[in-house]
């Protein structure tokens, strides 16, 4: 344990500093915790996890059962993109008042339902409990199957009060909630093609993901959650196999497609040329297309050529810099690992808040002994071990950017207030573009 | 973006639509970032944290630290009680701030946890402190929550010594650093001394040096928040926002108020600086003379151009008064005025401004959101709108010019630096107004119309 930084009794055991070890349970990095009560964690909660997810349903619309806040800090705030409708761009509450907290709120919610229906046409509604909605009572879910008999439309709740575990957790409600809105298809005989999952179409990532498949000749039934809409949706059971980018968020979802509608799936990540390159072979060979095989190697032989010949350029850029990784799920954490490898950077320092114990295992054999890993880390660990290992760039969200410039350290967001697309080969240039824009800045000329 | 609103106004009393509000959380975290070496905790889910930290991050560009007592579900059935004291041991053992400052949030208000007892019999490390309030999110709005996280210092803090310290205690209102640094350098030339209480400004506003500093320079200090019952007058700014703490300085120090407007505008600056030299009787030096001069001045240069123009206001309700104020001195036509914090002397107070310049055609709407705002300008349209960034997406589906001001502002920078009140805070918000409405007037005239010279 290094003496410089000061840490919690409680969290030793979700730190692992392979050369100075503090994982005080024997081998394993503690994760799929609560935080500690009185940590600055950078976590968030239940609800937000079921949000972010069901979130880019384009057509859907997202009442927010509860006290404005949950509402008003998840409003527009997620950069996924869509090509038909805004609908999810707007915030709808049920603003619950102090009166309602006396009363119930089953009633505001039954009115605030008639209201939406009366003057749009919707064909979905999600419906968010957040902490207080069990707390006093509410059948969310009796008005929900009241408003989808009284109206034919779906109305589906969503019970995800902030308390009741991790970000995890709600990540599952919200694919309950998915597998619950298309229960009705389950028999929809099955058709060539694949659904996408987990991608949300940031900065239009999925639009990419799409096209590299229709390229290879494999047809994309449904996108899950990325520019989604209701009809999309429920064309997922068709579909022969699951491709999961975001594993974190969306393999139970996987699970429970293959378990009730014999979907298999594979997991995949287009970060970095080379999980690029293997995820699309591996969809291909999944399949068992020959064709989509020979012209996945193809395309991927011809971009990955024209991507390293990009990369090349900027290696004297980045030579002798490091990096610090601190990300939502495991699975993008392995991958920008390896992302920076091929850009010749060193990750020192690396973060996830949900990892789990798999990807801890595969981020070990990856980075070298003196790589600090931190589970669920909080600012002032951050800092010093992003001082402590050297760091030059720190790869975060909305949160961390402010922390690594105050410590002259260059950022990327690789959340949902990325800038441009990170995922395939353009999201390889943009990347190695964005690094290098923060590394290099002349600003950092005025702050030694 | 946003087309599917739409123009026919339907009333909806359940449904709130694009609010113009947050819950009282974030007004309490800001304001507990405002005092020196203070940790703000947030008392329920570990989400609430996270999200008002994001909100304050996104608005000041800024790192904003606050711990949470991360509720689980055994919490959310026997109380939060255990939380709050590991929460506030871990806090002091690990980040070692001189105050905590707890406030509550739905959960744990609807639970009823009584922070009174916890705190109570909670053991807090010698010379360390721990205050608290109570924020129920489901109660007027983050407004609401920042002043009364100040009764929350008052109530704790505040003493009346009998010595009088000869300070003036200046409650700023929920406004940005930029404000604060402003209000300071008037009263500091007005020769008043005085405690600003809270001052974000040297925290939210902090320079690069290469370390992150878990605590800034800035913030009022304990013993000035305690001196505070010592003042011999509290300018009280902000209407809506000032008055309760200032009724409760009253009321435990028996310290007398003045309550006024913010001062944004001509108006209510001089009311400000006026206020400020009765205490010191100090005649307003040059320096203001000269500023208050300038601005004036700029208003006469350019008055052709904002004369007339009507504008939507909308925001947090005394940054809307004040810029209401501001509007009306430029001739501009206040057209639609709303705030979505639920405080009727809003509208009272934002409507006496429009009857005072004789505009006739007028909206003022507190409890107020932002897609009534939309289909009422869908309908009648204006040739501004200043606000929140929340107003981008009607201004774009609308094609209107629009300016920035209040919080929060996510989509651009330097505006928490900057002051908008003062006299100099007037010009940079004029130069900002006119710019913006110059700049349409030159995109869309004919190339015949388009002059170099304006």
């Known amino acids: 344990m290094s003496g410089s930084v000061r840490i919690l009794e409680e969290r030793k055991t979700s730190i692992l500093d392979k050369a100075m070890c503090c994982n005080g349970n024997g081998k394993e990095i503690g994760c799929e915790k609560q935080s500690v009560s009185g940590a600055v964690s950078q976590r968030a909660c239940v609800y937000c996890g079921a949000r972010v997810v069901l979130n880019p349903i384009t057509d859907a619309y997202h009442i927010v059962h509860g006290p404005i806040g949950c509402a008003s800090y998840t409003w527009d705030i997620r950069g996924s993109l869509s090509s038909g409708a805004e609908i999810y761009r707007n915030s709808y509450s049920t603003d619950l008042r102090e009166s309602d907290i006396i009363f119930g709120g089953e009633k505001k919610l039954a009115a605030a339902i008639d209201e939406l229906v009366e003057k749009e046409n919707p064909k979905l509604i999600f419906v968010y409990a957040t902490c207080i909605v069990g707390v006093i009572g509410d059948d969310i879910e009796a008005v929900c199957r009241l408003a989808e008999e009284k109206y034919g439309i779906r109305v589906i709740p969503v019970k995800a009060p902030g308390f009741s575990g991790t970000k995890s957790l709600g990540y599952k409600i919200a694919c309950n909630a998915i597998m619950r809105l298309i229960a009705p298809n389950r028999e929809l005989p099955k058709g060539k093609g694949v659904n996408i999952l987990g991608d949300f179409n940031l900065a239009g990532e999925m639009w990419i993901i799409k096209s590299y498949l229709e390229r290879i000749g494999i047809p994309v039934v449904s996108t899950v959650t990325g520019d989604a809409s209701f009809e999309s949706l429920m064309r997922m059971p068709s579909a022969q196999l699951n491709i999961v980018q975001c594993a974190g968020s969306s393999t139970y979802l996987a699970n429970q497609l293959e378990e009730q509608m014999g979907i298999p799936y594979i997991k995949v990540s287009f970060f970095g040329v080379e999980d690029t390159t293997s995820s699309l072979v591996r969809i291909a060979q999944a399949l068992g297309d020959q064709q989509a095989l020979s012209k996945a190697l193809a395309f991927t032989a011809e971009e990955s050529e024209k991507a390293k010949a990009f990369l090349k350029t900027y290696l004297p850029k980045f030579e002798g810099k490091k990096a610090a990784v601190y990300v939502g799920g495991g699975f993008k954490a392995i991958s920008l690992i390896r992302q920076f490898r091929e850009m010749g950077i060193e990750t020192v320092v690396v973060g996830t808040q949900t990892g789990q114990k798999e990807d801890y295992e595969i981020i070990e054999q990856l980075v070298s002994d003196d790589t600090v890993i931190l589970d669920d880390a909080n600012p002032a660990e951050l800092e010093e071990f992003m001082l402590e290992k050297g760091a030059d760039i720190l790869v975060g969200g909305v949160k961390e950017r402010p922390l690594a410039y105050k410590l002259g350290i260059a950022f990327c967001d690789h959340n949902h207030e990325r800038k441009h697309a990170l995922a395939g080969f353009e999201g390889i240039r943009n990347f190695t573009r964005e690094v290098n824009l923060s590394l290099n800045s002349p600003v950092w000329e005025f702050c030694r | ?454």
């Open chain 2, 1 to 454: 973006m946003l087309d599917l609103t739409p123009k026919e106004v339907s009333i909806r009393s359940a449904l709130r639509i694009n609010p113009c509000k947050t819950c009282q959380p974030v007004g309490a975290m800001y304001a507990a970032l405002g005092v020196h070496k203070c940790m703000p905790h947030s008392h329920g889910s570990q989400g609430c944290v996270s999200y008002h930290r994001t909100f304050l991050t996104r608005h000041f560009k800024e790192p904003a630290m606050a711990s949470t007592s991360s509720f689980t579900e055994g919490a959310s059935v026997f109380g939060g009680g255990s939380n709050i004291k590991t929460a506030v041991k871990n806090v002091f053992d690990l980040y070692d701030p001189d105050i905590i400052a707890v406030h509550t949030t739905c959960l744990s208000e609807t639970i009823g946890d009584d922070l009174n007892s916890y705190i109570q019999e909670m053991s807090i490390p010698e010379g360390k402190l721990v205050v608290h309030t109570n924020t129920p999110s489901y109660v007027g709005s983050h407004i609401n929550g920042f002043f009364n996280m100040m009764c929350g210092f008052i109530n704790y803090l505040a003493q009346k010594t009998g010595t009088p310290n000869g300070k003036t205690a200046i409650f700023p209102g929920f406004v940005n650093p930029g404000d604060m640094r402003e209000l300071k350098r008037i009263a500091g030339l007005m020769q008043v001394p005085f405690t600003m209480f809270p001052d974000t400004s040297g925290v939210m506003d902090a320079p690069m040096t290469g370390r992150f500093e878990m605590y800034h320079k800035g913030g009022t200090t304990i013993d000035e928040i305690r001196g505070l019952g010592d003042c011999g007058k509290v300018l009280a700014l902000g209407q809506i926002t000032s008055v309760e703490p200032a009724e409760l300085l009253e009321k435990k120090c028996k310290v007398p108020y003045e309550l006024m407007p913010l001062p944004i505008g001509i108006e209510a600056t001089d009311q400000f600086v006026q206020a400020l030299s009765k205490i010191s009787h100090q005649e307003v030096p040059y320096e203001l003379e000269e500023q208050r001069g300038q601005l004036v001045d700029i208003l006469l240069d350019s008055h052709q151009y904002s004369y007339q123009k009507s504008v939507a206001i909308f925001g947090d309700p005394d940054t809307v008064i004040g810029l209401t104020a501001l509007c009306l001195e430029m001739g501009m036509v206040p057209k639609y005025v709303i705030t979505g914090t639920p405080k009727e002397e809003f509208s009272k107070l934002a409507g006496a401004l429009c009857e005072k310049y004789g505009v006739q055609d007028y909206t003022v709407k507190a409890n107020a959101d932002l897609f009534e705002l939309h289909q009422w300008i869908k309908n009648d349209p204006v040739d501004l709108l200043l606000g929140t960034s929340y107003g981008k997406q009607i201004a774009k589906a609308e094609d209107i010019p629009f300016v920035r001001a209040g919080f929060p502002v996510l989509d651009r920078y330097v505006h928490s630096v900057l002051p908008m009140v003062g006299y100099g805070g007037a010009m940079l918000l004029v130069e900002k107004i006119l710019n913006t409405l110059m700049d349409r007037q030159d995109r869309d005239c004919e190339d015949k119309d388009l002059e170099v010279v304006m």
